[in-house]
């Protein structure tokens, strides 16, 4: 996958391959390449995503069944501003 732009970040995923954090954060404006840089991601490592929903009980079951996973996945929350509290301190 070529990415055009995001230099730093590109070469922090790049770099980072072997190492990379078990959680992160991409946030942004609309349209600033979040999914791409997503997509970018999973690409690298060879990973599945799971769309996952904003209601407290759906965010507290993705978080229980990815302690139990043994193969890597990318959990996806989007549009988290729309979450309930509840769901957020989940």
Do not use: H, W
């Amino acid at each position: 996958m070529r990415v055009i732009g995001q230099k730093d970040l590109i070469n922090f995923i790049n770099n980072s391959i072997d190492s990379f954090p078990r959680f992160c954060i991409i946030c942004g404006p609309k349209g600033s390449g979040k999914r791409t840089i997503e997509y970018y991601i999973q690409d690298m490592l060879g990973i599945e995503k799971v769309n996952c929903g904003l209601k407290v009980n759906e965010v507290r079951n993705y978080i229980n069944m990815a302690y139990t996973q043994n193969d890597r996945l990318c959990y996806v929350f989007e549009d988290c501003d729309d979450m309930s509290l509840n769901a957020k301190n989940a």
